[in-house]
Structures are given as structure tokens and as C-alpha cells.
């Protein structure tokens, strides 16, 4: 931090790029899937699979480095992590087989979930209430990028060097991320250590899943999520069914994503006046104009993109207003387990993400229905879920 107790903009864009992790993992492998399966000569299914595997490393993950590092230190658990990512990435392109290079995404994901975690218990070290909150926005705007440059860059590699350059590009985040993390990260975590026993783990995922300060924010947290992720999951198919470029698919997909990012800015700039709970406030009215409109236009039968569009860039809008400052609240509570704390909301979050993503390509019919009401219903929870972050106890 400097002088004034902020936040060095080289810590907050480094944080930026390690909760940024989960999502590299996948925006950018994902343009590569036909080229990974005509490369073992694999079904698509099978391809498909590598992305499944990279997700429950990535929940089960979640669960491991939050605890460690409560008990061993943020600063060599990140370390662990990522260099277990950038071995497995390394040795991921000379895997023989499409189900060794599933195991291998596995792996991947739980080294990769580690810069997640230590990242937002970081951020809890440093900082409490409206400052945490104003930090988390600040590295919203560094996570909002890799949605936007990641399936660019790499659609770019797999159609220049093959689906393995991207393993190589993985590689050499995870080197630099050692290498910023050894050179300019100091310990963080607080003197008082917890114990790695796991019924003391249990007994502390427990208490804090019965902690309305806790489990509010929380429930708020997962429906943002949701809501974000039926955008991601499902906007590729449903616009694509409805006449959409390639191209133009991307260029769509940016401007939604610049909602997120122009959000993260304001929450950023207004939260030390408006407060958390005003925030979290005033994006759920707005996620639920957004999610309400999407649902209507879906409904009501309209063809044109612009009716998908607009009303999703007004809900992430909406959700980089609640997100940095719901997870700052969640965070809260617990300055001597803030690992712990990060690992539930990780943990859920992935789960629920997963699962949402299955149910959502079940029900797809060709229109924007299915994502749109998904959209809708999540926003409706963050919307009813802020009231009890608002009415209760402090």
C-alpha cells in the first residue's frame, strides 16, 4: 500500500489477474475445443469434458487453499498454487490421450482456483467495509478484460500455432505470476493462525454458513453470479440461433461486458460516499430492470439482438455495483479466517455456476428464453436477498 493506506495500482492490477484466473481458464481454452478433439481424434463430448474437469478443480479447489492459507500464510499458499498450475499447464500439451488431458485440466483448475481465493483474502487483510469494497471494484476492472480479450486471443493462437500454444500462453501467466508474486508481494495474512485440523475446518465452514452477516451477503453474491453466468453460458447459442456473426457475436458480447466494466468504475468512484449497502442497493434495481426487460422482449417473441443486448449490459452494469461490495460485506466478519470465508463463496459459486450451466443447455430451444428468464429469477433473488442485507444485523 502507499502512503495514504491505498492500494498500489500494481497490487490491484496483480489481484485483478489472479481472481481473473477462473475465467482465463476458460475464455480462452474454450475457441480451442475442435481443435482438441480433431487432435486425439475424440468426440465432442469428450473434448467438452476438459472444460467439465477444469470446473470441479476449480470448486474443489475453492475449498483447500482458502484454510491453508489461514493456517500457512497468503503469500507461500499462492505460491503453491501457481506452481502447481504451471506445471500441470507445461506438461498439459504432451498428454497422450483426450481423458489424460482432462485429468490434467483438473489439476489446472485446482491450481488456478488458488489466485482466486488468496486474492479476495488478500484484499480482506488490507482492507474493511467501503475500502474493501472500492478495492474489489478497482480489480473488477482487470477481471472484466480477460472476457473480452481471452476468446480473441485465443481463437488467435489455436488458428495460428494449434490448440497447444494455448497451454504454452497459460504457462507464461503462471511464470509471471510467480514472478510478480515472489518480487512485490508481502504477507498479508494476520499473526493469529488457524488450526488445519478438519473438524476445526468444518466446525468454522459451519459457524460462518450460520452467520446471517455472512450468509446475506452471500446469497446475494450467488445470485449475481447467476445472473452474469446465464449471459456467458448461453449467449453464444441463443444469438447465434438468431442469425449472429461469429463477428458480431464478439462485438456484442464486448459491449455487454463493457457494462460490467463501466460499473466497476462507478462503484469504484461512489462507494466511499453511497456506502456498501447503498451500492448493493442500487444494483439490484437495476439488475432487475435488466433481467425483468431481457425476460419481457424474450417473451414476447422479439428477433432482434438489440432487445438481448441492451437490457444484460444494464444488469452486469447493475452487478459490478453489488459484487465488490455484497463479497467486501461477506468478507467482513472474519478478519482471522477471511480464507476460509473466500472458499465458501468460491466453492458455491462454482457449484451453483455448474450447475446452472447444465440446466440451462438442457432447456435450450433456439430462443433467448431460457437464458433471459434464468437472468430474470436470479436478479429477482439479488434484488430480495439486498433486503436482508439491508434490514439486518450490522
Known sequence: MNKNGETSA????????????????????????PDVAGSYAAPV?????TITTYFLGLALGQLVWGPLSDRYGRRPVLLAALALM????????????IGALAAARFVQGLGMSGGVVVARSIVRDLHTQEKAARLFARMMIVFSVVPIAAPLTGALLTSAAGWRAIFWTYALVAAGLLAAVVTGLRETAPAQRNSMRPSAIAAGFAGMLTEPRFLAPLLVVLACQLAILAWVASSSFTLAGMGVSIDAYGAMFAGVMLGQIAGAWVASRLVMRLGMRGLVRAGSSLML????AAAAFAWAGSAHWAAIVAPFALLLFGAALVLPNA?????????????????LIGAIGFTAGALLSMLLGTLFDGTPRPMASAAALAAAGVFGFERWVRHGPR
Do not use: E, K, R, W
Open 86 to 97: 504451471l506445471v500441470v499447464t507445461a506438461a498439459s500439451p504432451f498428454m497422450p490421450s
Open 327 to 343: 463479497t467486501a460485506l461477506a468478507l467482513s466478519p472474519f478478519p482471522h479466517a477471511a480464507g476460509s470465508a473466500s472458499s
Open 10 to 33: 500494481a497490487l490491484t492490477i496483480l489481484l485483478g489477474i489472479l481472481i481473473a484466473l477462473s475465467a482465463l481458464g476458460t475464455d480462452m481454452y474454450v475457441p480451442a475445443l
Open 45 to 49: 463430448s469428450a473434448a467438452q469434458l
Open 289 to 292: 430492470t435488466g433481467g425483468a
